[in-house]
T-cell receptor, first 115, second 112 residues
Framework: DAGVIQSPRHEVTEMGQEVTLRCKPI?????LFWYRQTMMRGLELLIY????????DSGMPEDRFSAKMPNASFSTLKIQPSEPRDSAVYFC?????????????FGPGTRLTVL | DAKTTQPPSMDCAEGRAANLPCNHS???????VYWYRQIHSQGPQYIIH???NNETNEMASLIITEDRKSSTLILPHATLRDTAVYYC?????????????FGPGTRLSVLP
């Protein structure tokens, strides 16, 4: 298995532009998570999906952020318009959804820089 | 949910055992202890988890005290590649979302 795949790995954009981050979870995993990591705030959970349905988006910082999961093999995190304070590493993770076996598999991350 | 406290940093000599402590004094009876690590610029990686008993896998051992208020992750023969930030997390196994919280962790430096 290729693991969780994220694209792009690096993104540099200018303030005000739209940014779309992409994630392909591990096949068969029922849960998908989006995290953001900064030096100041550490690793924060933004939103997670179960069977393609958003379950908890209370970590999404504001309306400029949106996430979708149109099918079991693809999810996007969109920022529109982007701001310099959105600069961070964004991780996607998936989980098979078994109650006790709760290992999360993380992708390599997308490093976003907003100028 | 219970919170955890970990030392901010530790050093370990290559080839020696690395013992990383974690305090979780308010842990509930149905909460598990999980350990992840994050090597620079990579996504966090699962290491091990446990409820009451000590656990061992190919990566590490987890020792949980009898009162469950603290635990220790042991890397038996640390290598330079084990240099990373190690996170101790407590959570109910069936719960997801905001219950899965990464703290600042312990930055382990394995020295040659």
């Amino acid at each position: 298995d290729a693991g969780v795949i994220q694209s792009p790995r690096h993104e540099v954009t200018e303030m005000g532009q739209e940014v779309t981050l992409r994630c392909k979870p591990i096949s068969g995993h029922d849960y998908l998570f989006w995290y953001r990591q900064t030096m100041m705030r550490g690793l924060e959970l933004l939103i997670y999906f179960n069977n393609n349905v958003p379950i908890d988006d209370s970590g999404m910082p504001e309306d400029r952020f949106s996430a979708k999961m149109p099918n079991a093999s693809f999810s996007t995190l969109k920022i529109q318009p982007s701001e310099p304070r959105d600069s961070a590493v964004y991780f996607c993770a998936s989980n098979p959804g078994l109650a006790v076996y709760n290992e999360q598999f993380f992708g390599p991350g997308t490093r976003l820089t907003v100028l | 949910d219970a919170k955890t406290t970990q030392p901010p940093s530790m050093d370990c000599a290559e080839g020696r055992a690395a013992n990383l402590p974690c305090n979780h004094s308010t842990i509930s009876g149905n909460e598990y202890v999980y350990w992840y690590r994050q090597i620079h610029s990579q996504g966090p990686q699962y290491i091990i988890h446990g409820l009451k008993n000590n656990e061992t896998n190919e990566m590490a051992s987890l020792i949980i005290t009898e009162d469950r208020k603290s635990s220790t992750l042991i890397l038996p023969h640390a290598t330079l590649r084990d240099t990373a930030v190690y996170y101790c997390i407590v959570r109910v196994a069936e719960h997801y979302g905001q219950n899965f919280v990464f703290g600042p962790g312990t930055r382990l430096s394995v020295l040659p």
